[in-house]
């Protein structure tokens, strides 16, 4: 079921450019003019997020803030305020607002923050779902008892006590937000604030004001103060995601960040003293990173203390059975269908195969396979038409290396550099296609592509 926005705007031309930008990404988008007829329309129907301009005529967007939460409750409100108007941002931030925009703004920015805005609706969404589905305990909101989860979720409860750093690590899709989101909540830090950064989604040039902050004037553009990650997340925790992917030039502050919890915004001289909780994630070896020259070994032994490995699905496949009813029962209730499970013909399947996206391919398939099931379970013809969106082809003629008689890193490389060879063959050459079949991030396809030397131009069609 695609995601609602509603747009509150009275500049029509301005409105009209973002519906068209954001339905291009597959939302349902629903205008209003006024912050009198926002409020209606949030009141009278569901949506998955606001944007909401700050100067109209009548009531403000900041006033707006205060009944959007009663009539919307729990859904982000992101404002939109004039050039020259940041501090508005941030009281808007203040009074309960998610994120702010000064026009004019990028569409590319605006689709990274409406993204990741979305991206903690549903994990908060599933986080519930999970909550109702497994008990009131945080642990069981992490479905799975395999060994291998298990023995995480007995090293989350002990690692959630303590108050120090956390690296998280693991393949994409194996969790690694909702594990960190479930260490925050089991902490002494739980009534505090959470504040997450993802690493590889924010622009190089913007990283360092979103982490550390700005003074007015620091660089063009910087026409007022800006608090940064580290500073909003004050008393609580702060999830460095994609933690990899850092810029290099910023490591040595953010190891001082991390390690004497004090920075400079930009721009300016005075230390601003944090009292913040890391959280690191990424889905790279950062070992390998250390030695080929990407991330710096101080930082890494730095955060490498109080470290959680997850196991891909792979690794836990008895899961599966558990974690297709879950996510059956989820996509039931988006899509309003009434299937009752997943036939064992079907769930061989599933068994038979690695799922190289994990648990985010994993739920993937099963909602697939559940909009085009007609009867009343899953059957492998389901699963097929799901697979064949959900997984890079395999019968490109390509041979994928088995790894027999090779050092398993070189194998692992091999394995992986076919994966993606195959990928990019089966989508014509398009990045973008290719790393949403395998599970990555286009800028982590990127970053493979680069290592293997792999040129997605020969595989156009």
């Known amino acids: 079921m695609a995601e609602k926005i509603l747009v509150v705007d009275d500049d029509r031309a301005f409105q009209g450019m973002l519906v068209e930008a954001l339905a291009d990404k597959g939302y349902v988008v629903e205008t209003a003019a006024s912050a009198e007829e926002g409020i209606k329309k949030a009141g009278a129907g569901r949506f998955d997020l606001i944007l909401h301009d700050i100067q ?43 994120d702010y925009f000064e026009k004019p703004f990028s569409l590319r920015e605006m689709e990274v923050v409406v993204g990741r805005a979305m991206e903690r609706r ?18 069981n909101n992490i479905i799975g008892h395999s060994a291998p989860m298990m023995a995480v979720k007995e090293r989350i409860s002990r690692v959630a006590e303590l108050n120090a750093d956390v690296l998280i690590m693991g393949e994409t899709g194996t969790g690694k937000e909702l594990v960190a989101d479930t260490i925050h909540v089991l902490s002494a830090r739980a009534k505090a604030p959470f504040v997450k950064i993802n690493c590889a989604a924010i622009p190089e040039n913007l990283i360092e004001s979103e982490l550390f902050g700005h003074e007015k004037g620091a660089f063009t553009g910087a026409t007022s103060m800006k608090q940064g990650k580290f500073e909003l997340a004050k008393g609580g925790s702060l999830m460095l995601d994609e933690i990899g992917d850092m810029p290099l030039h910023l490591q040595p502050k953010l190891l001082r960040a991390v390690e004497q919890k004090q920075a400079e915004r930009v721009g300016g001289a005075k230390p601003i003293r944090y009292d913040v909780r890391i959280i690191a994630a990424t ?11 990407g991330f710096r070994s101080d930082l890494y032994y730095r955060l490498n203390v109080a ?32 299937i009752a499970g997943v036939s064992s013909e ?23 396979a559940a909009i085009f099931c007609t009867s009343s379970r ?11 969106n959900t997984r890079p082809a395999t019968d490109s003629g390509i041979c994928v290396p088995t790894g027999e008689g090779l050092p398993l890193k070189q194998a692992l490389t091999e394995y992986e550099k076919a994966l993606i060879e195959n990928a990019l063959r089966a989508c014509g050459g398009v990045q973008t296609e290719a790393a949403t079949a395998l599970g990555v991030s286009a800028k982590n396809l990127w970053n493979k592509l680069k290592k293997h030397d792999i040129d997605p131009v020969l595989f156009k069609k």
């Open 56 to 98: 109209l005529p009548g009531m403000s967007g900041l006033e707006a803030l205060r009944h959007l939460a009663e009539v919307s409750p729990g859904v982000d409100v992101i404002v939109m305020t004039g050039y020259g108007s940041k501090e508005t941002g941030v009281t808007a931030m203040q009074q309960g607002a998610y």
């Open 346 to 368: 079907a769930m061989e399947i599933f068994f038979n195969y690695d799922w190289p996206g994990n648990v985010r391919q994993f739920a993937n398939a099963v909602e697939r």
């Open 283 to 293: 889905n790279q070896e950062l070992e390998e990173r250390v030695r080929d020259g």
């Open 307 to 338: 470290t959680l490995i997850l196991p891909p699905l792979r690794e836990r496949k008895s899961d599966l059975p558990q974690l297709a009813e879950f996510f059956l029962d989820r996509a039931n209730r988006r899509l309003g269908t009434d």
């Open 122 to 139: 549903r994990l908060q969404e599933e986080l519930a779902e999970l909550k109702r589905h497994g008990g009131s305990s945080p642990l």
């Open 378 to 388: 899953i059957t492998p013809a389901e699963v097929d038409q799901a697979f064949s």
